[in-house]
């Protein structure tokens, strides 16, 4: 493996001025934070990022597909049981529609756990007269439109330890425990799905996937992978600060992994070449991805796989594009064409929610599920011409039944957006949205 220089200072990483980071009126107090969390212990284990670099080259080479979902922006606010509980389950339950169709195992990993911090188009937000800091995510600010709450606050990054912490905490309590058993997978759909079309298919599904689970044990083969299940935590690695803080020596491989989730992935605003959060992930030994946008050439992603990846490692490298629905079929070939002709095998990751978004007549952002599944179609059949594999989905999500995007069998239009839109960054698909999306993706796998 080469070697690489030694991990940079994060003055080394600041020097180099990174974009979309928060401004601290106190270097001091910045300072004190970041010591802190630098002595917390870490949130993964570097074991941990291992395994799931080594399941990611399956889903490079088409043994394995990934489901990968959650908030936009997670919130202080929603580290409560039942929204981690609603987020999981229905995680769980796209995961087995996904399993049952691919025939391949479907790695989970969660936009969760860490995913506190949201780049802007614009530093700032104006409402009538007034012009406040734009909300960046909870790890930065406030979402009330107030002075106080809009100012960068570095205590805040404690908060996301903390947060990131505690869901992580029941989520393995929950996946390890019991609650993710598939015997228990009839109530992972819930009462207000259960009714839709996606809803009912579910139960078909389950009821068939029961008769074959009751088949087995009746046969005496036992097996432990039917009752709990690996999970993996994920998000964009924008504060430098904390990212930092969180990255570690391991003791057993004396390489540095980011301890703060599994997979740590850079956004299509920070993904410079030369910029300070792709000098940060290319020195860590966990998977990482990067997003990619419609103005992405084929050379970018070569030059950016070349950077971050240099032995072309199986598993370490992810590109998530998020072309659009209307771009994918006319941009993406040229991307993986070239990227597979150069003997790379990245992995491929259709995110169909961020090349998707407008404002409707109410003001409020949204997508619509048709757009969305078009995108997810355009993925597929793209690799499916070119013979690669679509190697999973990265979805914005909310086990809750919000009005956020249009569309779905429940048929939400615009004017319904206003009755449970609570997102405070993009908008989710819902629990029933989210499960539809499964059943669409399923379609595509099946062989
Ligand atoms: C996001 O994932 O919420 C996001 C901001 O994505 P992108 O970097 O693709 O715009
Ligand atoms: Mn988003």
């Known amino acids: ?251 057993r491989t004396h390489r540095p992994y980011n301890t703060s989730g599994h997979l740590i992935w850079i956004g299509e605003r920070t993904r410079q070449l030369d910029g300070a959060h792709v000098e940060l992930i290319r020195h860590v030994r966990n998977p990482v991805a990067v997003k990619l946008g419609p103005t992405t050439t084929a050379d970018t992603a070569l030059e950016l796989a070349d950077r971050i990846d240099p032995d072309g490692e199986a598993g370490r490298i992810s590109f998530i594009t998020r072309f659009g629905a209307g771009k994918i079929r006319d941009l993406l070939p040229d991307v993986v064409e070239k990227v597979t002709a150069s003997g790379r095998h990245v992995t491929w990751v259709c995110d169909p929610m961020h090349g998707n978004t407008y404002e409707a007549a109410g003001g409020f952002k949204t997508r619509a599920f048709s757009d969305v599944i078009d995108e997810v179609n355009g993925f597929f059949d793209v690799h499916d011409e070119l013979g690669t594999w679509p190697g999973g989905v990265h979805i914005e999500l909310t086990g809750d039944d919000v009005t956020e995007c249009v569309g779905g069998s429940h048929e939400l239009a615009e004017a319904d957006l206003a009755s449970r839109y609570e997102t405070l960054c993009d908008p989710r698909l819902n629990r029933n949205q989210s499960l539809e999306l499964a059943f669409q993706v399923a379609e595509r796998l099946v062989q």
């Not at 043994?63 to 908030?71: E, H, K, N, T, V």
């Open 1 to 251: 493996m080469s070697e690489l220089p030694s991990l940079p200072t994060l003055k080394d990483l600041h020097a180099l001025k990174p974009l979309q980071q928060p401004t601290y009126a106190d270097a001091d107090e910045v300072g004190d934070v970041v010591r802190r969390l630098r002595r917390l212990p870490p949130l993964v284990f570097a074991g941990e990022c291992d395994e799931l670099r080594e399941k990611m080259a399956g889903a490079a080479a088409g043994r394995a597909f990934i489901l990968q979902g959650g908030d936009c922006a997670e919130t202080f606010a929603g580290v409560t049981a039942g929204n981690i509980q609603n987020k999981l389950r229905t995680l769980l339950a796209m995961a087995l529609v996904l399993t049952y169709a691919a025939q391949v195992p479907v790695i989970k990993i969660g936009r969760m756990a860490g995913q506190f911090t949201k780049p802007r188009s614009s530093d700032t937000e104006t409402r009538g007269e007034v012009t406040l800091p734009a909300y960046r995510g909870d790890a930065v600010n406030g979402f009330d439109f107030t002075p106080e709450a809009r100012s960068h606050d570095p205590q805040r990054l404690l908060g996301v330890y903390n947060a990131s912490s505690a869901t992580l905490n029941l989520v393995r309590a929950f996946v390890n425990g019991g609650f993710a058993d598939m015997r228990t997978m009839h109530s992972w759909n819930s009462d207000f799905v259960r009714s839709s079309p996606a809803g009912v298919r579910y139960e078909q599904l389950t009821a068939e996937i029961e008769r074959a689970l009751a088949f087995i044990e009746a046969c005496g083969i036992e097996s432990e992978a039917t009752r709990r299940v690996d999970f993996y935590s994920s998000h964009e690695g924008l504060s430098l600060e904390y990212e930092h803080a969180m990255t570690r020596i391991d003791s």
